[in-house]
């Protein structure tokens, strides 16, 4: 299976900032690769599919970037909703999928 | 608007059988663009996804827990059903199920629509 590594594992900062998750595939999976913002107690989010497209209705200051095997979600200018923990996804080929292990934002 | 909830035992004993359903609505599990999945995630920790489901009744398993899983659909309902057998303690999770769209732009799948999950305690 296809493994996926998520750094940092957590995050402290503050509403304004600008903040990067980054996500590392075992293998190269060009773009096949999703984000998810989960808070607690509630189902995951979907925020950006295909390493890139937006999903409807998420905010802009969300993007993704990436192929291959490196990719980064950013969040341009951090709101006190955007704290949760983010999750990256693998979707390359059939399943199965793998999630990375998660990143918590928290509030500085 | 889609919508999914999950249903099933709050509580297992060990060994037994976990039989979890998802009724959705707003969507067909009949068109080619959609799937169903499942997945877990026991407290504290990360997603794992367990199984999907197509519209063509393909199934697909989790690479570790594939022989203790089942997925099925009943199409005239608009529920998916997954068992898991031999339940154990590390089982204890909270499950959802998620739409599992092909996003025809992209040609890829991910997991658009979920669940609120039922947590599930594996105890004697």
């Known amino acids: 299976d296809i493994q996926m590594t998520q750094s940092p594992s957590s995050l402290s900062a503050s509403v304004g900032d600008r903040v990067t998750i980054t996500c590392r595939a075992s293998?190269?999976?060009?773009?096949?690769l999703n984000w998810y913002q989960q808070k607690p107690g509630k189902a995951p989010k979907l925020l950006i599919y295909?390493?890139?497209s937006l999903h409807s209705g998420v905010p802009s200051r969300f993007s993704g970037s990436g192929s291959g095997t490196d990719f980064t979600l950013t969040i341009s200018s951090l709101q006190p909703e955007d704290f949760a923990t983010y999750y990256c996804?693998?979707?390359?080929?059939?399943?199965?999928?793998?999630f990375g292990q998660g990143t918590k934002l928290e509030i500085k | 608007q889609v919508t999914l909830k999950e249903s099933g035992p709050a509580l297992v004993k060990p060994t037994q059988t976990l039989t979890l359903t998802c009724t959705f609505s707003g969507f067909s599990l009949t068109t080619s663009a959609m799937r169903v999945s499942w997945i877990r995630q026991p407290p504290g920790k990360a997603l794992e996804w367990l199984a999907r489901i197509d519209w063509d009744d393909d199934k697909f398993y989790s690479t570790s827990l594939k022989t203790r899983l089942t997925i099925s659909k009943d199409t005239s309902k608009n529920q998916v059903v997954l068992t898991m057998t031999n339940m154990d303690p590390v089982d204890t999770a909270t499950y959802f199920c998620?739409?599992?769209?092909?996003?025809?732009?992209?040609?890829?799948?991910?997991?658009?629509?979920w669940g609120p999950g039922t947590l599930v305690a594996v105890s004697s």
């Open positions: 295909a390493a890139s």
């Open positions: 998620a739409r599992t769209y092909l996003g025809l732009a992209v040609a890829q799948y991910y997991f658009d629509y």
């Open positions: 293998q190269s999976i060009s773009n096949y």
């Open positions: 996804q693998q979707s390359y080929t059939t399943p199965p999928y793998t």
